[in-house]
């Protein structure tokens, strides 16, 4: 059974540029969420979808949006990137009325 | 505000014995849930435990349990029989709501460190 997996692992990325970071979800699980997590920091939730919608927002610009394919995996797009944007990015999935949330091993972006 | 407080940066504990982890968290909402994650140095977070407003009964997995005291508004993690691979951070988290558009709010973290 796949866990959660994110792609790529470490990306680093010039400023004022775009990137778009992938998650496919746990295997049956239909919620994806999204979190930026600056070091040494708690997880900030960005977004989360379900049935390709964007159902809640987190305290983020809208540089930040994101997308949900029919296959319940999910891209998070940033665009005129900042020397704050670089952090961990954490996808999540779970059940739409699970409890559990599983996490993938996120992408490191840097941008310089 | 603040919704989670996790008041220890960094915690030790001696291999084998037990450790606390401290969260303090505020809601209005009368339906909540409250996680504790673990990630280590790799960057993965790890779940591993979560509690209902309305469990009557403390949530235990394993090694892990969660003391709730819903008054106080705190949730407490108890490790017990500590082992070298606990050496962490650990978050705390809550989520508001009973929606399945629900976000989990995390605390700042506290950094264990399990000592031979």
């Known amino acids: 059974d796949a866990g959660v997996t994110q792609s790529p692992t470490h990306l680093i990325k010039t400023r004022g540029q775009q990137v778009t970071l992938r998650c496919s979800p746990k295997?049956?699980?239909?919620?994806v969420s999204w979190y930026q997590q600056a070091l040494g920091q708690g997880p900030q939730f960005i977004f989360q979808?379900?049935?390709?919608?964007?159902?809640q927002r987190g305290n983020f610009p809208d540089r930040f949006s994101g997308h949900q394919f029919p296959n319940y995996s999910s891209e998070l797009n940033v665009n005129a990137l900042l020397l704050g944007d670089s952090a961990l990015y954490l996808c999540a999935s779970r059940l739409k009325w699970g409890d559990e949330q599983y996490f993938g091993p996120g992408t490191r972006l840097t941008v310089t | 505000a603040q919704k989670i407080t996790q008041t220890q940066p960094g915690m030790f504990v001696q291999e084998k014995e037990a450790v606390t982890l401290d969260c303090t968290y505020d809601t209005s909402d009368p339906s909540y849930g409250l996680f504790w994650y673990k990630q280590p140095s790799s960057g993965e977070m790890i779940f591993l435990i979560y509690?209902?407003?309305?469990?009557?009964q403390n949530a235990t997995e394993g090694r892990y349990s969660l003391n709730f005291q819903k008054a106080r508004k705190s949730a407490n993690l108890v490790i017990s029989a500590s082992q070298l691979g606990d050496s962490a951070m650990y978050f705390c988290?809550?989520?508001?709501?009973?929606?399945?558009?629900?976000?989990?709010?995390f605390g700042p973290g506290t950094s264990l460190s399990v000592i031979p």
């Open positions: 295997s049956g699980h239909d919620t």
């Open positions: 509690q209902g407003s309305y469990d009557q």
């Open positions: 979808y379900y049935e390709e919608e964007e159902r």
């Open positions: 988290a809550m989520r508001e709501g009973e929606t399945s558009y629900d976000k989990v709010i």
